[in-house]
Structure formats: structure tokens, C-alpha cells
């Protein structure tokens, strides 16, 4: 059972110096403002306008107004402390068709933004995909498309050139597994496809989209850049230590995390996935050569997105869990190639998501990732939904949330012990915002958003972050 601290507790254990303290959002989470500027429908207005899709049928039209209210967001930033931001550039605002040149008023937005981010010295770290293809694209066959990859590594290219002078760091992709599996086997996520085979051929475009960015970035921006990718890797363990619940671990492991991670920093797919996956697509017609050689160009941080473990069996040795991974998926795995495997909640603690609360899951990712690709990390990602109420005084007490925080960043100070080389933690979010499929119903802000008035209100835990952030994590 996780523990309630007192708001004034900071986290224990020291932090290296120079630690990115930051909170992350993503614009279609935030920003708003959908038809202006020249913005055009990405895979997200598509789907949230699609009936049935979204919880109350909640869109991004108007999300938390970031668009025109980022000079006050900043100001709450600057105010809580906070040393780093990670927010993600919207494809569609920038470049409306998918293709060609950029759009000025959308490159006016980012620009104006990360001015008033460095002048109040926060630094920025900018995610390129953060899952709103612009529609045209998807109309072109989307993530499945080959093509779609090198469209990807043209907008990075222009964008780099645009901002690279004030962005340090840059961010490919957000949580490809989401965006391949979530969107197009489960169809729980936009653009809604539910074919298993397209899934797959989305993966490995992303990771080829991600290879070919990273050279454009490489070429375009100072020496000095930092490039890095977030993925949300699963932390999956067998329920037991029988061989058939091993098993399953390992297809999870296979098509969760390593379908990603052995392309991108190993230049290979890894031969037990492609066994499980045979069935499903010809893999020597979907790579071509040479595409190992582009998915594997060196990047220079590993972003993390921790929130739970994953607990898995075979089959006959459990229930199933409804919805699988607590990840709200229908009717259509969301695993292809591992189907049949069964999922169980770490333990009974759990957030608003009903994802289990276990920080050990946290270290013990980072410290697999130290030994295993020995690069510098981030958690690009972290934090918790809860059902916040504001109190009849107007404040929002949350100590739910805090003790998740504290929690997690113990388990990141456990793996900087252990030797990981952790560089920064990025809480999600900053602001309560749209939660894709479950629209505004999930809040995961450490600021309190009224969507009535757009007032924002530092939760509790916001000023519990604060002063750990202040006592640079110091006892
Ligand atoms: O809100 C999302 C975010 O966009 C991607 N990572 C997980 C978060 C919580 O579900």
C-alpha cells in the first residue's frame, strides 16, 4: 500500500546537478484553437468527432486553450520551479498537408512559445509526434504506408530548421506502440483501424520514420542537440515462475518493447518476433534493406514512460483482465501475435485509470535499460490520474497524487544509485487536459483545470513538486 505524506515531504535522496525538473504535455492534449492559423484535422479531430468514440464525445476543439493562454501556463511553470518543459509540436499546425513548406503561423506559435520558455529560463524539450497525423496523410494510407515514414523525416527536417536554435532537445516519438497498436489493431486510439497485420506494418514505419528523423535532425540542428525517442516500455513480469508464464512475458516483451528497442538501438528484429508475427505479415517484403541501418542511427538519450507494470500468465493459469493493460482497448487485441495471453493487475492499489501503483516497476526499467543499451536517460513520463474534487475554499488536495510522485522519483533516485545514468524526470502532466479516449474524465494535472472557465489552480501536489524541485530532490 502506497503511503500518504504529509504535502511538505520532499523526495529523500539526491539528484545529480543540473537534473531536468519538468512536466510533459502534448498539443492536442492542450492547445486548442483546431482551425486556426491554418491548422488542419489531424487522425485525432477525425476520431474525437467520430460518434461513439470518445467518453461524452469529448474533443480536443477547445482542450485546456493553451493555444492562447501558454504566456500564463509559462508564468505557472516558471512559478512551481520547474527547469525543463516537454511539449510536442503539432504536425497539422505546422504543415497542414502532411507535406511541403511550413506554415508561418504555426511556426509563430512554437517560436512565441519557446521564447517565453527560455526567457523564463525553462528549457524545452520538443516531442515531433505525439500521435496527431495530419488526416491528409492517413488518407494516404497512414503508418502503414511507407511513404508516411518519409514524410515523417521531412516535417523533422524543416522543423528542425525553424526551431533548432532554441530547442536542445528533441523528441522523435511519442509512445510508438500506442500509435501502432493502439490505432490500428485496437482501434481504441485514432485513426480507430483494427487489422493486425497493419499494426505491424505501422511499427516498423515508425521506427523507420524515427531512423530517417533522426539523420535529418542530425544535419539540421547544432552539434550540441540532444536526440532522443520516448517510449512507453512495458515492465512485464510473469504472473509465476512456470514456464508457460514465461512464455507469455516473452511474446509481451517481444511485441510490447522489443519490436521497438531492437530495431532503434540494435539494428535488428529480434527473431522470436518475427516467429510470433509470421502469420500475420511477410517481414522480408515490409523491410527493405538498408532500413535496419536508418532505424538504428544513434540517438543520444533513451526516453522513458513509466506508469505501471505489467503482469502477465498464459492463458489457463488466470482471469483475464476486461480490458487489457488497463489500456481501454475493445474488442481487437491490441497484441497481435500474443493474443491469447492473460493480464492481471500488479495489486489492488490503483489510480483513477485502475492502473496498478508500483514504482519498483519505474526502477527497475531504468536499471534493465542502463544495462542493456548503456545510454543516458529520461523519463520522458510519469504520474497519475486521480479524481480530484476542489474544495468549498478553492483549493485541490491530492495527496494521492503526491504520494505517487514522491514515490516514483524514489524509484528513479533507486536506479541513479544502482548506476543508471537518469538525467531528467518529466511529470505528466502539468495541466489537467483531454485523455484521448476518455476524454476530459481523466485528470492527470498536478494544476487543477475548471473547463467551464479555464481556470487553473496548482493542486497540492504541485506545490509538494516544487519544493522538492526547489530542494533539488534533497533531504
Ligand atoms: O495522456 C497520455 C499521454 O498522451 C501519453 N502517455 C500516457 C498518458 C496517460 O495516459
Given at each position: 500500500?502506497?503511503?500518504?505524506?504529509?504535502?511538505?515531504?520532499?523526495?529523500?535522496?539526491?539528484?545529480?546537478?543540473?537534473?531536468?525538473?519538468?512536466?510533459?504535455?502534448?498539443?492536442?492534449?492542450?492547445?486548442?484553437?483546431?482551425?486556426?492559423?491554418?491548422?488542419?484535422?489531424?487522425?485525432?479531430?477525425?476520431?474525437?468527432?467520430?460518434?461513439?468514440?470518445?467518453?461524452?464525445?469529448?474533443?480536443?476543439?477547445?482542450?485546456?486553450?493553451?493555444?492562447?493562454?501558454?504566456?500564463?501556463?509559462?508564468?505557472?511553470?516558471?512559478?512551481?520551479?520547474?527547469?525543463?518543459y516537454r511539449f510536442s509540436i503539432a504536425w497539422p499546425r505546422i504543415q497542414p498537408t502532411g507535406r511541403g513548406p511550413l506554415s508561418q503561423p504555426g511556426l509563430d506559435f512554437y517560436r512565441a512559445l519557446t521564447d517565453e520558455l527560455l526567457e523564463h529560463g525553462i528549457t524545452p524539450a520538443a516531442t515531433l509526434y505525439h500521435w496527431d497525423l495530419p488526416q491528409e496523410l492517413e488518407d494516404a494510407g497512414g503508418w502503414p504506408a511507407r511513404d508516411t515514414a518519409y514524410r515523417f523525416?521531412?516535417?523533422?527536417?524543416?522543423?528542425?530548421?525553424?526551431l533548432g536554435d532554441r530547442?536542445?532537445?528533441?523528441?522523435?516519438?511519442?509512445?510508438?506502440?500506442?500509435?501502432?497498436?493502439?490505432?490500428y489493431a485496437a482501434g481504441a486510439h485514432?485513426?480507430?483501424?483494427?487489422?493486425?497485420?497493419?499494426?505491424?506494418?505501422?511499427?516498423?514505419?515508425?521506427?523507420?520514420?524515427?531512423?530517417?528523423?533522426?539523420?535529418?535532425?542530425?544535419?539540421?540542428?547544432?552539434?550540441?542537440?540532444?536526440?532522443?525517442?520516448?517510449?512507453?516500455?512495458?515492465?512485464?513480469?510473469?504472473?509465476?515462475?512456470?514456464?508457460?508464464?514465461?512464455?507469455?512475458?516473452?511474446?509481451?516483451?517481444?511485441?510490447?518493447?522489443?519490436?521497438?528497442?531492437?530495431?532503434?538501438?540494435?539494428?535488428?528484429y529480434d527473431d522470436d518476433l518475427l516467429k510470433d508475427t509470421a502469420h500475420l505479415v511477410d517481414w522480408d517484403t515490409l523491410v527493405h534493406d538498408g532500413d535496419l541501418a536508418e532505424t538504428s542511427r544513434p540517438i543520444d538519450l533513451l526516453g522513458l514512460n513509466y506508469y505501471a507494470p505489467t503482469v502477465v500468465s498464459s492463458p489457463a493459469n488466470g482471469e483475464r483482465l476486461p480490458r487489457e493493460d488497463g489500456h481501454g482497448t475493445g474488442s481487437h487485441s491490441v497484441w497481435p501475435g500474443a493474443e491469447d495471453v492473460a493480464f492481471h493487475r500488479a495489486n489492488e492499489d490503483v489510480t483513477a485509470m485502475g492502473w496498478p501503483i508500483d514504482p519498483t516497476g519505474l526502477s527497475d526499467t531504468l536499471t534493465a535499460l542502463h544495462h542493456e543499451f548503456g545510454l543516458p536517460?529520461?523519463?520522458?513520463?510519469?504520474?497519475?490520474?486521480?479524481?480530484?474534487?476542489?474544495?468549498?475554499?478553492?483549493?485541490?488536495?491530492?495527496?494521492?497524487?503526491?504520494?505517487?510522485?514522491?514515490?516514483?522519483?524514489?524509484?528513479?533516485?533507486?536506479?541513479?544509485?544502482?548506476?543508471?545514468?537518469?538525467?531528467?524526470?518529466?511529470?505528466?502532466?502539468?495541466?489537467?487536459?483531454?485523455?484521448?479516449?476518455?476524454?476530459?474524465?481523466?485528470?492527470?494535472g498536478i494544476v487543477h483545470i475548471d473547463y467551464a472557465t479555464q481556470k487553473r489552480t496548482p493542486k497540492s501536489s504541485a506545490h509538494w513538486y516544487s519544493e522538492a524541485i526547489r530542494r533539488g530532490g534533497l533531504d
Open positions: 500500500m502506497t503511503t500518504v505524506p504529509s504535502d511538505n515531504r520532499p523526495a529523500r535522496r539526491p539528484f545529480p546537478s543540473g537534473f531536468a525538473w519538468g512536466a510533459a504535455t502534448a498539443a492536442y492534449q492542450i492547445e486548442g484553437a483546431t482551425t486556426e492559423g491554418g491548422r488542419t484535422p489531424s487522425i485525432w479531430d477525425t476520431f474525437s468527432h467520430t460518434p461513439g468514440r470518445t467518453e461524452n464525445g469529448d474533443t480536443g476543439d477547445t482542450a485546456v486553450d493553451h493555444y492562447h493562454r501558454f504566456r500564463e501556463d509559462v508564468r505557472l511553470m516558471a512559478d512551481l520551479g520547474l527547469t525543463a523525416a521531412e516535417y523533422a527536417a524543416l522543423t528542425a530548421e525553424a530547442v536542445p532537445t528533441w523528441i522523435t516519438l511519442n509512445e510508438p506502440w500506442c500509435s501502432a497498436f493502439m490505432g485514432a485513426p480507430g483501424r483494427t487489422d493486425a497485420a497493419d499494426a505491424l506494418r505501422a511499427a516498423h514505419h515508425l521506427n523507420l520514420g524515427h531512423g530517417l528523423a533522426v539523420g535529418a535532425l542530425r544535419a539540421a540542428l547544432p552539434a550540441s542537440a540532444r536526440l532522443s525517442v520516448s517510449l512507453n516500455l512495458h515492465a512485464v513480469r510473469p504472473r509465476s515462475d512456470r514456464p508457460e508464464d514465461r512464455e507469455a512475458a516473452r511474446r509481451i516483451d517481444a511485441v510490447g518493447n522489443r519490436i521497438f528497442t531492437s530495431p532503434m538501438l540494435k539494428g535488428r536517460l529520461l523519463v520522458t513520463e510519469n504520474g497519475a490520474a486521480f479524481d480530484d474534487t476542489v474544495s468549498p475554499d478553492g483549493t485541490v488536495h491530492d495527496p494521492e497524487r503526491t504520494a505517487y510522485v514522491r514515490d516514483h522519483l524514489e524509484a528513479v533516485a533507486d536506479a541513479i544509485a544502482a548506476g543508471a545514468d537518469v538525467r531528467g524526470y518529466y511529470l505528466w502532466s502539468l495541466m489537467d487536459n483531454f485523455e484521448w479516449g476518455y476524454g476530459y474524465s481523466k485528470r492527470f
